[in-house]
């Protein structure tokens, strides 16, 4: 019996034991940490995955294979060749299904689903609702160690839509709003003039999972109305993946949904270019 996904963009802990042997299972984790300057370093979450991960699970390396390898920023958005060459090292062919999920609060998952669903419009992916916490709550068992041994997938993804806004873009547009990820306190310490601040964080209750009611709410205080087109960003991509992912969960349509990929890192990069700030 053919297995098909639940609709919307997420499965949960529940549906996903049911169904296990018949997704491929992707660990997107990364590590994060503070730095001695009191800004935050990422590295690859090899690591952590090796430590614990769902059981099946493979690894999806947002340094070495799931971002562009020699970009000018950390998790810049890879060509569809990449994203292809990386996801048939993982096992996956052009029919499977796939669910993302991470060990920290499911954006990074998210940005693996925006790209594949959004960018490249692949639509067999969902993400694991609360992540490897969700998992654990609900059924306990984990793997330590490499990834099970896979044969080599033969997915071939087409040309990648419009949806990821170059700087050039932002600098120049005024139709659509722009719409920040990031924490209050780093949003109001520097932002793209004009911004509204719709935290991801924020859109998660307290298991981790997206509180659809949140996300509605939020939209509302904002007064942003589906099917709006919104430009999402954040520091680099990653919690503008998650907050794409739950307002796609909260009925919004991904194709109204832009990523500004290169986000603060690229803004800031320029000095000459307007920042904002509320120190309030």
């Known amino acids: 019996m053919a297995v098909t996904f639940p609709s919307g963009p997420l499965v949960s ?3 996903l034991a049911e169904h296990q042997q018949q997704v491929v299972v992707l660990d997107c984790s990364v590590a994060r940490t503070a730095a001695t300057n009191g800004s935050t370093a990422f590295a690859s979450g090899r690591e952590i995955f090796l430590q614990q991960h769902l059981p099946g699970a493979q690894f999806a ?6 971002s562009a390898p020699h970009a000018s920023f950390l998790f810049t958005a890879p060509d569809a060749r990449q994203m292809s060459e990386a996801l048939q090292a993982v096992g996956v062919n052009q029919h499977s ?3 993302t999920y991470d060990q920290l609060n499911g954006a990074y998952a998210a940005r693996v689903w925006y790209l594949l ?5 692949w639509n067999n992916v969902r993400v694991l609702d609360g992540g490897f916490p969700a998992w654990v709550q609900a059924q306990g068992t984990v793997e330590h160690g490499p990834a099970h041994a896979v044969s080599r997938g033969n997915i071939q993804l087409g040309s990648a839509q419009p949806m990821l806004v170059s700087t ?6 005024t139709r659509f709003p722009l719409v920040c990820a990031l924490r209050r306190e780093p949003f109001r310490q520097a ?21 659809i009611g949140q996300v509605k709410s939020a939209l509302h205080d904002a007064q942003i109305t589906p099917p ?10 990653i919690n503008a993946a998650g907050l794409a992912l739950a307002l796609v969960a909260s009925g919004y349509p991904i194709t109204s949904l832009l990523l ?11 000095p000459s270019r307007p920042v904002a700030s509320d120190p309030t």
């Open 13 to 15: 802990a529940q549906w």
């Open 228 to 237: 709006e087109t919104l430009l999402l960003y954040c520091g680099g991509g």
């Open 97 to 99: 299904l796939i669910v």
């Open 61 to 66: 390396d947002l340094f070495e294979q799931f």
């Open 117 to 121: 669903a959004g960018v490249f419009g």
């Open 260 to 270: 500004y990929d290169d986000s603060l890192n690229g803004w800031l990069s320029d």
């Open 168 to 173: 050039r873009q932002v600098e120049q547009q």
């Open 191 to 211: 932002h793209i003039p004009g911004s509204i601040n719709l935290p991801y964080p924020e859109l998660l209750d307290a298991a981790g999972l997206i509180d």
